[in-house]
């Protein structure tokens, strides 16, 4: 077998089998196959697709190409949690803790900012001294310690996945159903977790543009789930503008604080209670419930504090640094480089998560290239989002890099650029975007 008759098989919409499959997982996982090659499969693949069976044979082979974490010996159902990304996404960080606070334990395996999309690893490590390497042989004893746990893909855990991911990210092969399904899907089955809620984002902000091919996405990771014995759940959630107000690593923390503290947007809330209740229904702290009494309980964790203590608790766990009000510190400070005002009256009718993704990522709050270090203080916060009335004058938003590593004065004109055609102003009232598009499992 070589890499070429694979490469070319695909190209010319061939399916391939278990062992072509499992041959090009054990190259990539033990780089004996240059990134040229990897990158050119990846493109047939994107193009060409692949069928189910294809998709579940490299899900399994790439959740083999490290550890397989055996949890079974701790007490209660595990729950994990995955996004498809988005703009503005900090519902782990929100969530972990609420879940957490039902005596749940959580096993959260994350990656990093991908394309346009920020990631729950890099929003995580712009806390001074949090640690996202975790080894699998670690999981038990964490989670027996602090209840839930957030970890990277070290090399021990998918880490054929680790590179593919990389990868993709850098070569235009990451909006593909079978890349997507399987780059989440074998990170969960090597975590080890008993039941697996899917957050699909879909809309401009999203891999998955619109709700047709989201929901062809659920139903790839469903099928998966069920040859992997495993209970999938995938809520359907808007992304055709950022979630929340605040899009980078370290403005994302700090509206998780805001909202584990009472002060959530209705937006972020309503994502994180959606997500929370899915996780909870499948334990027996949610049995004999129904969604309005777990969605309201979720609510309670939040406004009495708890939340935000379990919060502190895997901060804490984790090696990374509170103050003294159980706030994060964080790497960096953001550092404002301007506010752009409305320059007439009306209602925002258009503020594209796309955009705002991309401005985001110009100002350095994601990568470029591969091995880009990301300005942890970069990024956008939203003063207005679609369905806000504007009077002339008011904020629409404030573009802000690290007090560290600023970019140039070209990176922010374009990032500005982008921005630009990101809001619209219509005169009529405009509806809010619904946040939760649907539920399939
Ligand atoms: N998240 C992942 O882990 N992998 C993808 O391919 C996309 C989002």
Not at 293 to 309: H, L
Request: aromatic residues 4%; proline residues 4%; negative net charge.
């Amino acid at each position: 077998m070589n890499m070429l008759e694979l490469i070319e098989k695909k190209r010319d919409g061939g399916v391939l089998d278990t062992k072509e499959i499992e041959f090009f997982v054990d190259g990539v996982t033990h780089k004996t196959i240059p990134d040229y090659q990897i990158s050119s499969f990846l493109m047939a693949v994107l193009w060409r697709g692949m069928n189910d069976r294809e998709t579940a044979d490299l899900t399994m082979a790439m959740a083999h190409s490290g550890k397989i974490c055996d949890l079974s010996d701790i007490p209660g159902v595990k729950v994990d949690k995955h996004s498809t990304g988005g703009v503005g996404d900090k519902v782990t960080p929100i969530l972990l803790p609420v879940v957490s606070s039902f005596g749940i334990p959580c096993v959260k395996l994350s990656g990093r900012g991908l394309g346009f999309t920020g990631g729950t690893i890099d929003k995580f490590e712009s806390i001074s001294g949090f640690s996202t390497t975790v080894k699998p042989e670690e999981f038990k004893a964490r989670i027996e310690k602090c209840g839930m746990l957030l970890g990277g893909q070290t090399e021990d855990l998918a880490p054929c996945d680790k590179y593919l991911y990389a990868l993709r990210d850098v070569t235009g092969t990451v909006p593909s159903i079978p890349l997507i399904s399987s780059s989440i899907m074998s990170k969960k089955i090597a975590g080890g977790a008993d039941a697996i809620v899917l957050d699909i984002t879909c809309g401009s902000g999203a891999f998955m543009k619109d709700l047709k091919s989201a929901e062809e996405l659920a139903n790839s990771m469903i099928a998966i789930g069920k040859l992997a014995g495993r209970p999938v759940t995938c809520v359907l959630s808007s992304m055709v503008q950022p979630l929340g107000a605040m899009v980078g690593n370290i403005l994302e923390m700090q509206e998780v604080v805001a909202t584990l503290q009472g002060q959530g947007r209705p937006d972020v809330i309503k994502v994180v209670t959606t997500m929370a209740c899915e996780m909870i229904k499948r334990t027996p702290q949610g049995r004999g419930k129904s969604d309005e009494e777990i969605i309201g309980e979720c609510k309670k964790k939040i406004e009495s504090g708890e939340a935000f203590s379990r919060f502190g608790d895997l901060i804490l766990s984790q090696g990374g640094i509170l103050d003294a009000s159980g706030c994060p510190i964080y790497v960096d400070e953001p550092f404002e480089v301007m506010t752009v005002y409305a320059d007439r009256d009306g209602y925002v009718s258009r503020c594209d998560a796309l955009e705002i993704g991309e401005a985001s990522c110009l100002l350095g709050a994601g990568r470029m290239e591969k091995d880009d270090v990301i300005d942890m203080g970069a990024g956008i916060r939203l003063s207005k989002k679609v369905g806000d009335k504007v009077s002339r004058g008011d904020a629409l938003f404030t573009l802000y890099t690290g007090s560290k590593a600023r970019v140039s004065d070209e990176r922010v004109d374009e990032a500005l650029m982008k921005m630009d055609g990101a809001f619209e102003i219509a005169d009529e009232p405009v509806e809010t975007p619904k946040e939760i598009l649907g539920v399939i499992s």
